[in-house]
C-alpha cells in the first residue's frame, strides 16, 4: 500500500483554490461585476472564500499577469481601470491584427488548421445562441487566436493574443450593446472568414478581416459616443 505525501495533498489543496479564486475574479472582472478601478482586499476576498491569503494572493498575481488588476505604489490592489483615452491607437493595432492574421493564415493553413478552426467557431455559435457573453468573449478569442496560429507567424500571433486579451473588457461592453444577442450575421461574418481562408483567398480573406474589426470598433465607437463613459454600467 502506497501512502499520500501530506505535502503534495496540501499542495494540490492550495493549487485547486488559486484557481478557484483566479477563475471566479476573472469572470467577475471581466463581466464588469468588479467595477474598474474598484478595490480588491486580500483580507476580505479570504474571508469570503474561507481560505489563507496566500493562495489568494496567488490568484491576484496571476490576474496581475493579465492586466486586470494592478498594485498602486501604496501597495493597495485595485481592479484595472479601461484605457478609453488609448482606444484610438488599440484600435488601429486591432483591426491591422485581424487583417493581417486572416490573410497570412489564407496563405499558410493546413487541413488540420481548418478542423480547429471550425471547432472554435462550433463553440462560439453555441455561446451565441446561449447568450452567454462570457463564452462569448472566450471562444471569441479562441477563434481568431486560432486563424492567427495558422498564418504561422509566432510573433503576429502573440501580439494579437495579446491585443485580444486586452480588449476583453470592450468586449463586454460591445456584447452589451446588444443586450448579449447577438445579430446572426457576427457568427455569418466567422462563416465567411473560414470559407476566405479555406480557399486560399488573401485578397478575400484580408478583406473579411478589416471588416469584422472595423465593425467591432464602430459598435464599440457608437456605444461611447452615445454614453458618457461615467454612465456605462460598470
Known amino acids: 500500500m502506497t501512502h499520500s505525501d501530506p505535502g503534495q495533498m496540501l499542495e494540490r489543496k492550495r493549487g485547486s483554490g488559486v484557481k478557484l479564486v483566479y477563475d471566479l475574479l476573472r469572470d467577475e472582472i471581466l463581466d464588469l461585476k468588479l467595477a474598474p478601478g474598484s478595490a480588491v482586499d486580500e483580507v476580505q476576498l479570504a474571508a469570503r472564500f474561507g481560505m489563507s491569503r496566500t493562495p489568494i494572493r496567488e490568484a491576484l498575481v496571476r490576474l496581475a499577469g493579465e492586466g486586470l488588476i494592478e498594485t498602486l505604489p501604496n501597495r493597495s490592489t485595485m481592479v484595472s481601470n479601461i484605457d478609453f483615452l488609448g482606444m484610438p491607437a488599440y484600435f488601429d493595432a486591432l483591426v491591422l491584427m485581424y487583417r493581417v492574421t486572416t490573410r497570412l493564415a489564407a496563405q499558410h493553413h493546413t487541413a488540420q488548421d481548418l478542423q480547429v478552426i471550425r471547432s472554435h467557431q462550433a463553440a462560439f455559435t453555441a455561446a451565441v445562441e446561449a447568450q452567454d457573453a462570457l463564452a462569448m468573449i472566450a471562444t471569441n478569442v479562441e477563434f481568431h487566436s486560432a486563424i492567427a496560429a495558422a498564418g504561422r507567424n509566432a510573433y503576429y500571433a502573440g501580439f494579437f493574443e495579446r491585443l485580444l486579451g486586452e480588449g476583453r473588457r470592450m468586449l463586454r461592453l460591445y456584447y452589451q450593446s446588444y443586450e448579449d444577442r447577438l445579430p446572426p450575421r457576427f457568427v455569418e461574418e466567422h462563416e465567411e472568414i473560414i470559407a476566405a481562408v479555406e480557399a486560399r483567398d488573401v485578397t478575400l480573406a ?29
Request: net charge negative.
Open 206 to 234: 484580408d478583406r473579411l478581416g478589416k471588416a469584422h474589426g472595423e465593425q467591432i470598433v464602430e459598435q464599440i465607437g457608437r456605444l461611447l459616443t452615445r454614453n458618457d463613459p461615467s454612465d456605462i454600467d460598470l
